[in-house]
């Protein structure tokens, strides 16, 4: 295993990348992003330098930012994101100090408020420095920073033989400038800017005397960016909020909004939709969900189309984004460093040092199996949610080229494999990729290539769409012979995936043709495609939701009495919000609705607990009365497509569909969460018109109606 191997991993080895005396706590962590900048703090509003930072295009410009008053570390009151996500605030009193003059000042006589917000790739700072002591103080106010310029894969672990040039810090009288010179020729800067002089200013400190009169208050205004700002004051940070948050606003306007009954319930859909928001980046193909904070904040493939399946129903311009992206970046050349093939999609792009230099692939990486049949999926899906022919014509050259290197790539075996090209490169590509996470019952590690039993699920929805758009496009041939390449998919699977001992699919086929009889979620994928005879449906769909699996939070990833089952692995055990929403869409398809209430219940539960954010993944841990769900401690926080399950199992409960063609709303055997009377689904699109469709549970029964305005403008067609 190379360390670019470890892209995602075990907490053991995903720890060691970082300072073992602070470990991350994402739950306890506070992220802001805009664009191509994010910056992740503890609840002090502190960098520290472990795995947090503000970074901008995949670089750390701030490695440290910490704020000390007399000295001392603040006493922590409180700290919270807005519901917008725009402006993060800290809340802090000092503790027992001496004032610039030597007089004792005791412990919260001063409040310290700090406020902070992202802007065009600068970081914008208010410290308020309130006094509610009877007595006039002068306190030393000392901003610590540093900037290490390091590589998020440096962040990460990886180390490097040679690295560029960082200068001597350059200050005058209200800013300091560091810099670095990478060895791709790119100089990298961080500018920190105050409103005010400092008493003292070092290459890496601060100082400013605070007189503070009784009952009185004093602002200090700083801005980081790649330039010196001009003087940072209260104007500055105003204009720059305001715009933050009508932006914000602007992308949380996009598609349909819900609104329930439960109180509690819409802090966390309105939490869930800022956070994908939050993560949306508009590119110049429009707007596409970045993976996740800290360790994915770049567009990945695979993430970007399962956030948009998942946010369709309610937002299908989100779709229509990331195929753009991935049609204009899809490879045209083979390249075993970046496991290219032409009509292959991408899987990861970065922008910093290291991929510049190819000291890593992931530059413009295509090492992931299942997303070039998930793309197709994803255009199918949009197609059907809108009826949007236009664009998918302009997409059908890259649909047909996907779907070319789809065949090619299952030519040898019947099955879709993947095998790394370079030893740079991923060892597993599926979404389960860490080096681990393919396994056979006895814990051996299987030989590829290596057939995943979800990719193939993907292949069979992927040639199943595609030729329903060749039919729409009079294109009869092509749509026969992917009607019958989805048929032989979905017979092949049901031929040598099924394992008549355990009743369950399995995980993988090795390159020696043997199975990987080990009972993991990825077979529920199967599920969700609609692949498997619904009796083989119906014993997988009981034992997903058996002990086995289902922890009380939600789907563990591995069977419990798996050889590597450890509830705190990263893909063993663990709980992905994703994960379980994917599994929860096909337990509804096959009839399995009120389990889906149940696992939507617990996944709710779980995010009450992390203060209304699904984290990436957290411990599979058994529920306890009276316990909460455990964190792992390298999870993103927000991760796009754990906060996009919540709208996935949302509309598997609803069992809401919409049909763009015909321009109607189908609902079937809808069901309302546990504890909400009524939710409505305002400004949903259908075809050129918005409705409101209103859920409300009477007796033991849901029904669904149109708003009076709308009734009659929508066919709204319910079976019961």
């Known amino acids: 295993m190379t360390e670019l191997d470890e892209r995602k991993l075990d907490p053991a080895v995903a720890l060691s990348s970082l300072d073992a005396t602070a470990p991350r706590e994402p739950h306890r962590l506070f992220a802001l992003k805009q664009g191509d900048c994010f910056a992740v703090a503890d609840a002090y509003g502190d960098i520290r330098g472990s795995g947090d930072g503000f970074f901008r295009d995949d670089t750390r410009v701030l490695s440290e930012f910490r704020l000390t008053i007399g000295g001392r570390q603040m006493s922590l009151l409180g700290a919270s994101l807005s519901q917008d996500n725009v402006l993060f605030t800290s809340n802090l009193t000092n503790l027992p100090i001496q004032s610039a003059g030597g007089r004792d000042i005791p412990q919260g006589a001063i409040h310290i408020e700090r406020v902070r917000l992202i802007w065009q790739d600068r970081l914008f700072e208010r410290i308020t420095l309130s006094n509610y002591s009877r007595e006039h103080s002068t ?308 030989k590829g290539p290596i057939a995943l039993v979800e990719v193939q699920g993907y292949v069979f929805a992927a040639f199943r769409g595609l030729a329903a758009l060749a039919r729409r496009r009079g294109e009869y041939a092509d749509a026969e012979h992917w009607e019958n390449r989805a048929e032989e998919m979905r017979v092949a699977v049901e031929r040598d995936f099924w394992l008549d001992d355990l009743n369950f699919y399995a995980l993988a086929i090795d390159g020696e043709g043997q199975a990987c009889k080990v009972r993991t979620t990825n077979a529920g994928h199967l599920l969700f495609v609609g692949l498997p005879q619904p009796e083989r449906a119906k014993l997988v769909a009981d034992q997903l939701l058996s002990a086995a699996f289902h922890s009380g939070w939600g789907l563990r990833t591995l069977a419990d009495d798996a050889v590597f089952f450890n509830p705190m692995s990263y893909h063993n055990g663990s709980i992905w919000p994703h994960d379980t929403a994917l599994c929860g869409v096909g337990l509804a398809r096959y009839g399995e609705r009120d389990s889906v209430v149940r696992l939507m219940s617990g996944t709710f539960e779980s995010a009450v607990h992390f203060n209304m954010r699904l984290p990436e993944l957290f411990c599979g841990f058994t529920r306890a009365p009276g316990e909460a769900p455990i964190a792992y401690p390298v999870a993103c926080l927000p991760q796009a497509w754990s906060a996009g399950s919540t709208f996935m199992l949302m509309q598997a409960c609803l069992g809401l569909e919409i ?22 689904l305002r400004h949903l699109s259908v075809g050129d018109k918005a409705v409101d469709l209103t859920f409300q549970r009477v007796g033991d029964r849901v029904v669904a109606f149109l708003s009076d305005r709308h009734e009659g403008q929508v066919p709204l067609i319910v079976r019961t």
């Open 659 to 680: 049909d763009g063609w015909e321009g109607e709303l189908h609902v079937t055997r809808p069901r309302l969460p546990i504890g909400i009377d009524t939710l409505t």
């Open 139 to 446: 306190v030393t106010a000392s901003l610590h920073f540093s900037a290490d310029f390091r590589d998020m894969f440096e962040v990460r672990g990886s180390t490097r033989v040679k690295r560029g040039t960082t200068h001597v810090a350059k200050t005058d009288k209200t800013s300091v400038l560091l810099g670095y010179d990478g060895l791709d020729g790119l100089p990298r800067r961080s500018a920190i800017s105050f409103s005010q002089a400092p008493d003292q200013l070092s290459d890496n400190r601060a100082d400013f005397l605070v007189a503070v009169t009784k009952r009185s208050q004093k602002v200090l205004y700083v801005e980081v960016g790649p330039e010196v700002a001009d003087t940072p004051d209260r104007d500055r940070f105003r204009a720059a909020a305001a715009r933050a948050r009508f932006g914000m606003r602007a992308k949380r306007r996009h598609g349909a909004t819900v609104h329930s009954s439960g109180r509690v319930f819409n802090d966390w859909v309105e939490r869930a939709r800022a956070d994908v928001a939050l993560l949306t980046t508009e590119l110049s193909t429009g707007p596409y969900p970045y993976a996740g904070i800290p360790w994915f904040s770049t567009a990945f493939g695979r993430d970007g189309v399962i956030s948009s399946l998942q946010m369709l129903w309610l937002n299908p311009g989100l779709a229509r984004g990331v195929l753009a992206f991935l049609a204009e970046h899809q490879a045209t050349e083979t390249s075993p460093f970046s496991d290219s093939q032409p009509g292959k999609i991408m899987h990861e792009t970065r922008k910093g040092e290291m991929a510049a230099l190819r000291e890593l692939p992931f530059g413009r990486y295509y090492g992931g199996v299942d997303t070039t049949p998930l793309y197709i999926h994803l255009a199918s899906a949009y197609a059907e949610r809108t009826g949007d022919m236009a664009f998918i014509d302009k997409l059908w050259p890259s649909l047909k080229a996907a779907a070319e290197w789809t065949e090619e790539a299952s030519r040898a075996t019947g099955f879709v494999t993947y095998q790394r090209a370079a030893e740079s490169g991923l060892a597993n590509q599926g979404w389960k990729d860490s080096f681990d996470s393919v396994f056979h019952a006895d814990g051996r590690i299987p």
